[in-house]
């Protein structure tokens, strides 16, 4: 989706995905959050700059650490409230499946992904979206859906398996806990 404008650095390690669209201007980042009636924060625009450079869609966890390496005062809570202005404003998706974690995604135009049922991780299926696909499952389907009650306003496509290199050795994406750790005792 759309993304501030101005010079950011790719965090180490992390692929840019190739299929993503152009960046928006900060002013159109400002207008959206704005409209969706909340304020752009250097906060916010680092945590959309975070989901800009991923090839997958990570945790709020998962922003919050490599965020940290840029602004390390930055707390797991100000993370989530970032997520959820920039999934308000319309700059980011949040993806949920059952009982696990939430996954963000600010690729604006529709598209499929790809679901490691194991590990939860989710990244975008290398594949044309196609609007008419439910139309070729059957050509009928969104007919009977409306005639039983259900208006069908759009779909998603998500494909089940496992990856298989993990997302740490594939991105080098560290793997923490939000834990507080216990500083040294010094003598």
């Known amino acids: ?3 501030t404008s101005g010079e950011r650095a790719i965090p180490t390690g992390h692929a840019r995905l190739k299929h993503r669209p152009k ?7 400002r207008a959206a959050l704005r409209s ?3 304020r ?4 916010r625009a680092a945590v959309l700059a975070y989901l800009e450079t991923v090839d997958n869609h990570p945790t709020a966890d998962d922003v919050y650490w490599a965020v940290r390496d840029r602004l390390p005062s930055i707390s797991l809570a100000t993370v989530y409230n970032a997520l959820e202005a920039l999934v308000a404003a319309r700059l980011a998706t949040r993806l949920t499946h059952g009982d696990s974690a939430a996954r963000y995604d600010c690729r604006g135009e529709d598209h499929y992904h790809l679901h ?8 975008d299926l290398p594949a044309k979206f196609d ?6 499952l059957d050509p009928r389907l969104v007919e009977r859906l409306a005639q039983s009650g259900f208006r069908v306003t759009g779909y998603r496509l998500e494909v089940l398996g496992r990856f298989q290199e993990p ?10 806990t939000t834990k507080r750790r216990a500083k040294p005792h010094v003598q």
Do not use: H
Request: hydrophobic residues 25%; charged residues 30%; glycine residues 8%.
């Open 40 to 43: 752009y924060t250097a906060q």
């Open 116 to 123: 490691d049922t194991a590990s939860g991780e989710i990244r």
């Open 23 to 29: 960046p928006k201007t900060a002013s159109a980042v």
């Open 167 to 176: 997302r740490e050795r594939r991105s080098g994406v560290r793997r923490q």
């Open 36 to 38: 969706a009636g909340c």
């Open 1 to 3: 989706m759309p993304s």
């Open 131 to 136: 609007p008419q696909l439910l139309e070729k």
